[in-house]
T-cell receptor, first 112, second 110 residues
């Protein structure tokens, strides 16, 4: 299994600003993902963070809004840009294991 | 694209009773996974099912994968307060990403 940490654990931000979320894994992993979970909802995949190349975004998510970095096999960042109240959500980093995915503790974001 | 539906959305269970949550995929899956998310927590992997008709048990939890590999169920017997949380199924078609169902939110009445 993989141990994943995320920073910050929570934040309250003003609309129009940006927040960068960090994800650190205790081992090298090939596949790293970013999910969004809106209050009381399921998990929606934002993008797959690729090491050494641009992230692969899912339908409805764009790089200008959610730029992602993946400088190495243990670390990634997700930036939520030009935030609005609709971006209030939990953002989860995840990595793929052999039979499952492991999730970080999440970053709880509230945009005022 | 692939869709995964889960029912019921909410499940209120009397402690000691049994219940089942169901998961249906719009496409044939290579495997299905189940996760549990406690209130305020993050999803935690429970099990993966790969074979058609597969049944796996974890103590009071029984997981089943349909013959057509498009549906799955989770049955919990003798529900306890520790079973509170949201149970998600997540389906994976060959080579594709994991698609999560909407989840079943379980509340246990003592």
């Amino acid at each position: 299994s993989a141990v994943i940490s995320q920073k910050p654990s929570r934040d309250i931000c003003q609309r129009g600003t940006s927040l960068t979320i960090q994800c650190q894994v205790d081992s090298q992993v090939t596949m790293m993902f970013w999910y969004r979970q809106q209050p009381g909802q399921s998990l929606t995949l934002i993008a797959t963070a690729n090491q050494g190349s641009e992230a692969t975004y899912e339908s409805g998510f764009v790089i200008d809004k959610f730029p992602i970095s993946r400088p190495n096999l243990t670390f990634s960042t997700l930036t939520v840009s030009n935030m609005s109240p609709e971006d209030s959500s939990i953002y989860l980093c995840s990595v793929a294991g052999l039979k499952s995915q492991y999730f970080g503790p999440g970053t709880r974001l509230l945009v005022l | 694209g692939q869709q995964v539906m889960q029912i019921p959305q909410y499940q209120h269970v009397q402690e000691g009773e049994d219940f089942t949550t169901y998961c249906n995929s719009s496409t044939t899956l290579s495997n299905i996974q189940w996760y549990k998310q406690r209130p305020g927590g993050h999803p935690v992997f429970l099990i993966q099912l790969v074979k058609s008709g597969e049944v796996k048990k974890q103590k009071r939890l029984t997981f089943q994968f349909g013959e057509a590999k498009k549906n799955s169920s989770l049955h919990i017997t003798a529900t306890q307060t520790t079973d509170v949380g949201t149970y998600f199924c997540a389906g994976q078609a060959a080579g594709n990403k994991l698609t999560f169902g909407g989840g079943t939110r379980v509340l246990v009445k003592p």
